[in-house]
């Protein structure tokens, strides 16, 4: 028997109303609320649910805020009884979870959560009902969380489509620092050393540096109110990194000294990291869990008319071939693009001569 037949989402920013949309889709009834009206009235015009207040308590409460507001907004719930059980989806766990024994919550009823999916735009309008299709969704139990409300939390992630991870909230902040929120902030230092480069050399930027950039992208604001709730565990990491990119930093040098023997020591040192740096990217989780496997590239010039990549990705279909990822890069001043499609390896030459039937320039 279905657990969460009612929803309240209070915030309807990109995570709480991309919840919403997967949860209406489903006919759960949802109800929307949110300090910014126009942000609620949004939600509701996309169909992620009602602005009706309900007249009984909901199934489950879903505080979709920053971090730093998540006791508050949750305590405020409670008070009025809003709901039987209760979660949250911000980015960190401890100091929600700390906030909320603070203000006297009733911790049995509420279970901390964290779906591992987002986008660079946030906002209703950047919401999706798919957003959580396949991703990871963090669960972080107080040390009285009732079996009950953990149930009903489970439910919501798969009514997401998510997958479910109980964690500790500490050790969930530990991970989401090593894996996204210190990454967010090396990404911006190479971002930033862009900000005053002059025009010539912006113009030679290729796939590498728009790949390690992308994530810098984000809106400011809402990654200072994340590193803000975790900032000692990122500055930790951040440290570690310091001492790495010294090391780096006097191989490199070392590498253009003229002591044959130093050069050989710095050569040794950046073969390392980049042999260590290889290694730790292989053991990023794939498709269903696996390790990423090593993928060939395909590159094909595309035109800028609508239905192309499609294409592309129909022919790739029609030969047997799945695309694991996809990166456009198009031309400055041209009228076309670069579609770099990565598929496994094997699968590169039956995709390469399938597109040059076809007309394809490669």
């Known amino acids: 028997m279905a657990i969460v037949r009612s929803a309240l989402v209070i915030g309807t920013g990109l995570i709480g109303t991309s919840a919403a949309l997967a949860l209406s ?10 300090i910014d009206p126009a942000a609620a009235r949004t939600a509701a015009a996309l169909g992620a ?10 199934d489950l409460a879903i505080v979709a805020v920053s971090p730093a507001l998540v006791g508050n907004v949750l305590a405020a719930a409670q008070a009025e009884g809003a709901a039987r059980h209760y979660t ?4 960190v766990k401890a100091e929600p979870q700390h906030e909320a024994i603070a203000l006297e919550c009733d911790t049995s009823r509420y279970i901390g959560g964290h779906p591992m999916a987002g986008a660079e735009r946030n906002g209703p309008l950047a919401a999706r009902a798919d957003l959580f299709e396949g991703c990871t969704w963090v669960l972080a139990p107080t040390s009285d969380t009732e079996t009950e409300t953990l149930n009903t939390a489970l439910e919501l992630v798969a009514l997401c489509g998510a997958v479910p991870v109980v964690m500790n ?12 929120h210190m990454p967010h902030v090396m990404a911006s230092l190479v971002a930033a050393r862009l900000d005053a480069a002059e025009d010539r050399a912006l113009s030679l930027a290729g796939p590498g540096v728009r790949d390690v950039t992308r994530i810098a992208a984000a809106e400011p604001a809402l990654w200072l109110a994340i590193l ?12 570690e990194v310091a001492a790495d990119l010294g090391s780096a930093i006097a191989g490199l040098r070392e590498m253009a000294s003229t002591d044959e023997s130093k050069r050989r020591e710095g050569r040794s040192t950046v073969e390392n990291l980049l042999a260590t740096g290889r290694s730790g990217r292989t053991r990023i989780s794939g498709k269903h869990g696996a390790r990423t496997a090593p993928y060939e590239v395909v590159a094909v010039r595309i035109g800028d008319e609508a239905g192309e990549l499609a294409k592309l990705l129909t022919c790739a279909g029609q030969v047997g071939v799945n695309i694991e990822d996809v990166h456009i890069d198009h031309s400055d001043g041209r009228g076309d693009g670069l579609a770099h499609l990565s598929v496994t390896q094997g699968s590169a030459n039956t995709l390469r001569e399938a597109f040059a039937a076809r007309g394809w320039q490669l």
């Open 25 to 34: 889709g489903q006919g759960v009834t949802v109800y929307l609320r949110d």
């Open 49 to 58: 649910g009602t602005l009706d207040a309900p007249s009984d308590a909901v």
């Open 228 to 239: 803000s709730a975790n900032a000692l565990v990122v500055a930790d990491l951040l440290e």
């Open 88 to 91: 949250d989806v911000a980015s």
């Open 169 to 180: 909230a500490a050790a969930h902040d530990r991970g989401v620092a090593l894996v996204s």
